[in-house]
């Protein structure tokens, strides 16, 4: 009896000896924009089970692209990070992100992910990130301003014509007052804000495989118009043009600008730090309706050379469940399951659902070279924008023709 006694509390530690040795701890990265939310759910994660260990550290968001690809390039990467959604095309076509679409296929949810996220995680019919956090640009109006402006308070414009008018009878109130702001030195800003307004007229910034750039449309100069025509009148503060994003925000917290388009980060700023300013949320319109949205947020990558696999599908497995689609919905992100969003977003701002529909019918534009062609401070984007809206009417033409240019030149000479 004894030697089976002792037989058996052998197997039993052995077992659990191998169960311990299965056990992994995954080092994940997460970008500084994401500090609110992430420890949280990486903290419920840890405290859910006992098997595996999330050990993560916060990077400064304007360090992390660079950072991951030294990682990446010297064997140093992290098991996986959440990554600004629009590169990751360029790490998938870097060959330094997992392979993951049998996993993401597998899911009984797949078809809720947010399709925006999806669309820029997918190179070469392979999907190389799943959606994690999610944000959209939207269009916020100042209610007190369009009272005292004599505009209804409750109804944001729907189409150019009526932002225009809504924005003279705001700015018409004088002592320093101005009808829309917008960030004009600010290449991210702009691509978050502005590019809804061609996509809702029907227009495309490039081509769907990122290939081609399709700048030289009627939808992008008439957009370009329909903010020089703002500026010409008075209505955008003189301030806006060398506006690198410092008061992206900011701004439309001083109770005097009545229109802006922000994120959906804003929602719940605006109530904590300026309680008193009542605001609208809608959809960024098209020139005669309709609208559009950036879809942004962070896709969830997976390091190639990492062999932590099932410890990585069991996090995001967690994060996809409905507590986590909850710690995303009230720590600053908005749910990336479109199935659960409702019950995500439940007892918070009614006004989040607006920016849930935003992103869920946004769009997020697909390249491999984003960061050269949109994002970089001095790329042929905002070069393009800053001078065509800022400058003479003459001026619109040669800018729009030398981005075009640019941005075709930088996409055909990418590895």
Known sequence: MKKWSAILGGMVLAAGMAAQAQAETIHIWARSDDAVFMPKIVDAFNAAQTKDHVDLQIIPTAQMV??????????????????DLIYTPAFAAAGQLKDMTDFTKSLPYYKSLSPAHLSVATYQGHIYGLPFSGDASVLVWN???FQQAGLDPDKGPTNWAEFTADA??????GNGIKGFYFSGSCAGCQIFTFAPLVWASGGHLFSTDGKTATLDTRQLHAAIDFYHGMVADGLV???AQTDTGTSFFSAFATG???????????????????PTLKFGVTFIPGEKGGWSSFAGGDNFVVSNATKKVDAIEAFITFAYSLQGQEILAHNGSLPVRGDLAQDALKGLDARYLVTETAMTHGQTPYSTVFNDIINSANGPWITMLNKAIFSDPAAVEPAIKA????????????P
Do not use: Y
């Not at 003279?168 to 109130?173: E, H, N, T």
């Not at 005097?256 to 300026?274: C, D, H, P, R």
């Open 237 to 239: 503060p003189a301030g």
């Open 66 to 83: 660079q950072k991951f690809a030294v990682a990446a390039a010297g064997g140093t990467a992290p098991d996986a990070l959440t990554l």
């Open 403 to 414: 981005a075009q240019s640019n941005m075709q030149s930088t996409i055909d000479t990418a």
């Open 168 to 173: 003279k009878k705001v700015a018409a109130l």
């Open 256 to 274: 005097k600008v009545g229109l802006t388009s922000l994120g959906s980060f804003a929602i719940g700023a605006l109530n904590a730090q300026e």
């Open 143 to 145: 209610k007190n301003l």
